[in-house]
């Protein structure tokens, strides 16, 4: 774990440039996404919707969003979520404080932040009717176990939904993942194509419906018996 802890310690102190890439604002948050992950302004649009394609924006109920990040992308939209129950967890305290902060300023007083590794939730089976997961698969170390443990706290018939870096689309993409996110421990090895993705998922899922954007592969699925 201590690769990618270290990675986004160092991240949450520099929070404002990883806001402007993930938010696609100011020259350098536009010429990373269209530089680094092929995404023009209507790509990164594309990108956004699918993130966020399996959760309705009247959502009610209970929503487990892991990781949370700095919550740039996520914490906006839950000022519309009234009837909803939301936990935030992120294994770094750097970008939970951050979260917190953004929080506060949207004043969003019911959302609840946790820190704690995804391969350990701390939340009983059958729980959430909605896990979240943006931009987290591919950083998470332990892979196999953050997909079951996600799938664990989920309600039979609740949506896994979010996004995450698949290989093999974009080279220049694959390129900076190898070259600079590997080694920064900011992504951690092994990363799926979209096949087995699509694979993987429907190992898991009862429905799974899995697109892509460039290298950012969304998935929206239905957790059957
Ligand atoms: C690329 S960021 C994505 C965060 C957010 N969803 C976003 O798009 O802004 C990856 C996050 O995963 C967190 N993380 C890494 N390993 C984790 C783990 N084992 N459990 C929980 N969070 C983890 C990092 O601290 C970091 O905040």
Redesign the pocket.
Known sequence: ?PK??D???R??KFAKF??AM?TNTGLFGRAAMKFFWGLDAAAYEKFLAQ?FAGLPTDFSGRLL??????????LPRYRELDGAEIFC????A???NVARERAAQLNLRGVKFIR?????LPFPENFFDAV?????L?????KSA?LAEMRRVLKVGGIFC??MYVAGINRRTDLFVEKFCTPQG???PPYETLPNLQKILRELYAQVTVTHVESFAGFVCTKGD
Do not use: K, Q, W
Not at 132 to 136: A, C, E, M, V, Y
Not at 138 to 142: A, S
């Open positions: 774990m990618v802890f990675a986004y310690r991240v949450g990883y806001d993930l993130a969003e892991v990781p949370i990040g700095t919550g740039v992308l996520s967890v992120d294994l770094s750097e970008m939970l704690e590794d995804v391969a350990n979240l997961s943006i931009n987290g591919h950083v998470f170390p332990n953050a979010g996004c900011l992504f951690t």
